[in-house]
């Protein structure tokens, strides 16, 4: 599992997105097209597990005090959450895969359907949750319907480690069942392509695999004594617990992600102010940048690094004296010598603050450097540049190319366009010039190509064989 990207630079944005979502203060309203899907799923499970109560033959007699007890401790285990990479899971297997030995086997998806409304209803009377998720919830209870039929083809069989090929085949059918319906409600629901889908369903499916055996476990022994079947509440309190625990450290690492993007807007702000025309710049190639970013598939980690790379590429010119920064013409040798020192200093105050700032970093420093290795400040070539840094030196440099400057009118998207085809193997990135090509190929609806009207703004600076 990996939720962090490593220890010092906190949460992937994937993983960011998905604790705000648990951070809401407020209960999340479902959407009209989300009801319409839930309710017929719902609906769909409530036919398809009445049907199996009353056509299935009971063939283990039904205790109603056992049943009520076996609801109740899996109400209990739903509501322990701990996150699961994007997504989160709960420890229900410990108490369905008794549920299944010891109740009539077309009985169980009803008695799971209880249990997970009852461990629902705490959170609708506390108004956590929006009262219409309770009335949707039996439509979870559809892992159950595939194990409670492999369970009644077999016999309904006695709990014991010889059944443990049952077992595997009762998980099958859960796991299939389950991740059919799940993606198909996501789809169809909330428009989440069922490939998105398959990582985060692996992984429950993975706990699900791992807890079953403790299960069959308890229900071995309650054919000794029928309440030991209780013992699993303790694994779920400790499950709870590591819950708890891991839950705050996701929360300090929010907080923490929280400022890193606070201190990359302020240190923004304070370049704008102090110079506008740099700050303004860089927020034309960040949309620019962000956008080639998308289009060369980066990760959501990297492609954060890029925008705020992006965004802070300049921060080290508050470091440059005025007079060579706003000078109208060219600059002498001593005078590029100075601002040749930006990406230095940029690197130097993200450095200090630390964390995935320090490799936002390593972007802003190599955000000058050539392909063919004449750059600037470490002469790096080819491959060994960053590839956010490769990103943001060919945007920052057909931003540029496209926004007038005192000393020269801009380039128009034609010449600009040839300019960047002719540098790439020299000053670009072949693969990111590519990248940047089909982003201009491509604009929104609505707009015009980027990098002229949708996204470029007046810019301080050219790249590589004139003004940096």
């Known amino acids: 599992m990996r939720i962090f990207d490593e220890p010092r630079s906190g949460l992937t944005p994937a993983a960011e997105q998905l604790l705000e979502g648990f951070d809401a203060s407020s209960p999340e309203r479902v959407t009209a097209r989300e009801l319409r899907v839930e309710l017929v799923t719902?609906?769909?499970?409530?036919?398809?597990?009445?049907?199996?109560?009353?056509?299935?033959?009971?063939?283990?007699?039904?205790?109603?005090?056992?049943?009520?007890?076996?609801?109740?401790?899996?109400?209990?285990?739903?509501?322990?959450?701990?996150?699961?990479?994007?997504?989160?899971?709960?420890?229900?297997?410990?108490?369905?895969?008794?549920?299944?030995?010891?109740?009539?086997?077309?009985?169980?998806?009803?008695?799971?359907?209880?249990?997970?409304?009852?461990?629902?209803?705490?959170?609708?009377?506390?108004?956590?949750?929006?009262?219409?998720?309770?009335?949707?919830?039996?439509?979870?209870?559809?892992?159950?319907?595939?194990?409670?039929?492999?369970?009644?083809?077999a016999g309904s069989p006695e709990p014991s480690l010889s059944e443990w090929p049952l077992l595997l085949g009762a998980l099958g059918a859960q796991l299939l069942l389950d991740n059919l319906v799940s993606s198909l409600r996501e789809w169809l629901g909330q428009g989440i392509p069922p490939s998105l889908e398959g990582v985060e369903l692996g992984w429950v499916a993975l706990v699900d695999l791992l807890l079953s055996p403790?299960?069959?476990?308890?229900?071995?022994?309650?054919?000794?004594?029928?309440?030991?079947?209780?013992?699993?509440?303790?694994?779920?309190?400790?499950?709870?617990?590591?819950?708890?625990?891991?839950?705050?450290?996701?929360?300090?690492?929010?907080?923490?992600?929280?400022?890193?993007?606070?201190?990359?807007?302020?240190?923004?702000?304070?370049?704008?102010?102090?110079?506008?025309?740099?700050?303004?710049?860089?927020?034309?190639?960040?949309?620019l940048s962000v956008a080639v970013a998308d289009a060369m598939g980066l990760d959501s980690r990297e492609r954060r690094n890029v925008e705020f790379g992006a965004l802070l590429h300049d921060i080290g010119k508050i470091a440059v004296p005025k007079e060579i920064i706003n000078k109208p013409g060219p600059l002498t040798d001593d005078e590029w010598l100075v601002i040749r020192t930006h990406t230095i200093e940029g690197q130097?105050?993200?450095?200090?603050?630390?964390?995935?700032?320090?490799?936002?970093?390593?972007?802003?420093?190599?955000?000058?450097?050539?392909?063919?290795?004449?750059?600037?400040?470490?002469?790096?070539?080819?491959?060994?540049?960053?590839?956010?840094?490769?990103?943001?030196?060919?945007?920052?440099?057909?931003?540029?190319?496209?926004?007038?400057?005192?000393?020269?009118?801009?380039?128009?998207?034609?010449?600009?366009?040839?300019?960047?085809?002719?540098k790439a193997g020299s000053?670009?990135?072949?693969?990111?010039?590519?990248?940047?090509?089909?982003v201009l190929d491509a604009p929104a609806p609505g707009a015009r190509r980027p990098g002229i009207h949708a996204i470029a703004v007046p810019a301080s600076e050219w790249t590589g064989s004139t003004r940096v």
Do not use: K
Request: net charge negative.
């Open 427 to 438: 000053q670009f990135n072949p693969l990111v010039v590519e990248a940047l090509l089909q």
């Open 42 to 153: 719902t609906a769909a499970f409530l036919a398809a597990a009445v049907l199996m109560a009353l056509l299935i033959p009971d063939q283990r007699e039904l205790d109603p005090l056992l049943a009520g007890v076996l609801v109740v401790v899996y109400a209990v285990t739903s509501r322990v959450r701990f996150a699961v990479r994007w997504g989160f899971t709960v420890p229900t297997q410990l108490v369905f895969v008794p549920m299944l030995f010891l109740l009539p086997a077309g009985a169980v998806p009803l008695f799971v359907a209880a249990g997970i409304v009852l461990g629902g209803l705490p959170d609708c009377l506390r108004g956590r949750a929006h009262p219409s998720r309770l009335l949707m919830a039996p439509g979870d209870a559809w892992h159950a319907v595939g194990p409670a039929l492999v369970i009644a083809l």
């Open 348 to 422: 130097r105050m993200l450095d200090q603050v630390g964390g995935l700032l320090s490799d936002v970093g390593r972007i802003v420093r190599s955000s000058h450097e050539s392909w063919d290795g004449s750059g600037y400040p470490d002469g790096l070539a080819g491959p060994e540049i960053p590839l956010g840094a490769s990103i943001v030196a060919c945007c920052d440099a057909f931003n540029a190319m496209t926004t007038d400057r005192p000393y020269r009118p801009a380039m128009s998207l034609e010449e600009a366009v040839a300019e960047v085809r002719d």
């Open 214 to 287: 403790i299960g069959l476990l308890a229900a071995m022994a309650a054919t000794v004594e029928t309440y030991s079947v209780l013992l699993v509440l303790p694994l779920a309190a400790l499950l709870a617990i590591f819950a708890a625990e891991r839950q705050a450290r996701l929360q300090q690492a929010l907080e923490l992600s929280r400022a890193y993007r606070g201190t990359t807007l302020l240190l923004a702000d304070v370049l704008e102010a102090d110079d506008e025309y740099t700050g303004v710049h860089s927020h034309g190639v960040v949309a």
